[in-house]
């Protein structure tokens, strides 16, 4: 009944790392275009990372390249979201979601969406 199930999330210290994961059931994620946006109190919702159902190019926004790695394990029917070197900045909650398409690291046509992950960077 819910398609998108996220886990990972937490409090780290400014400079570690956190590896979220988002795990599908009835829902195919070889199907879709994955990704990941997330949403900081008083922010709009902002497009991560995106992955290619066909390729698996993925495509990142800037302030998080080099940092954050977006990766799938089809066996798993598993997407992840690998931060290192995190900074106060990435403090937000993040969704995963599943679309149509990687309009570059913005999912598009966004069609589920995981429940949330909260992520606390301090400094």
């Known amino acids: 009944q819910v398609h998108l199930i996220e886990s990972g999330g937490g409090l780290v210290q400014l400079g570690g790392s956190l590896r979220l994961s988002c795990t599908a059931s009835r829902l195919r994620l070889d199907d879709y275009y994955m990704g990941w946006f997330r949403q900081a109190p008083g922010k709009e919702r902002e497009g991560v990372s995106c992955i290619s159902r066909s390729t698996g190019a993925t495509f990142y926004k800037d302030s998080v390249k080099g940092r954050f790695t977006i990766s799938r394990d089809s066996a798993e029917n598993t997407i992840y979201l690998q931060m290192d070197n995190l900074i106060p900045e990435d403090s937000a909650t993040y969704f995963c979601?599943?679309?149509?398409?990687?309009?570059?690291?913005?999912?598009?046509?966004?069609?589920?969406w995981g429940q949330g992950a909260q992520v606390t960077v301090s400094s």
């Open positions: 979601a599943a679309g149509t398409g990687c309009s570059n690291y913005v999912t598009f046509a966004v069609g589920h």
